[in-house]
């Protein structure tokens, strides 16, 4: 199994960016796909997750800025990150999660700075 998260990099506040997360090995349509990340010195927070049956959550700091969404036949959940602020800024991590397992990618960082 890999899950192999891309899309990172270095924006401008008020930017965008879109996040990728492929997973190969799973029957990717049957996960949960989970979005967090981690700045230095902080705990791991979830960002947002999407079902299996496509019900989305967000945390509260993202709403109305970042979209989670999945295409099944491609094997890949993505974030669509708007709005970016400095306080974005952190290593962001893919998880895929059914009732028995639960796998992650490496993660990629976002930093949003001007």
């Known amino acids: 199994v890999q899950v192999v998260e891309s899309g990172g990099g270095l924006v401008e506040p008020g930017g965008s960016l879109r996040l990728s997360c492929t997973a190969s090995g799973i029957v990717f349509s049957t996960y949960t796909v989970h979005w967090y990340r981690q700045a230095p010195g902080k705990q791991r927070d979830l960002v947002a997750r999407i079902t299996s049956g496509g019900t989305t959550n967000y945390a509260d700091s993202v709403k109305g800025r970042f979209t989670i969404s999945r295409d099944n036949a491609k094997n890949t959940g993505y974030l669509q990150m708007n709005s970016l602020k400095p306080e974005d800024t952190a290593v962001y991590y893919c998880?895929?999660?059914?009732?028995?397992?639960?796998?992650w990618g490496q993660g990629t960082q976002v930093t949003v700075s001007s």
């Open positions: 998880q895929t999660q059914n009732a028995v397992f639960d796998y």
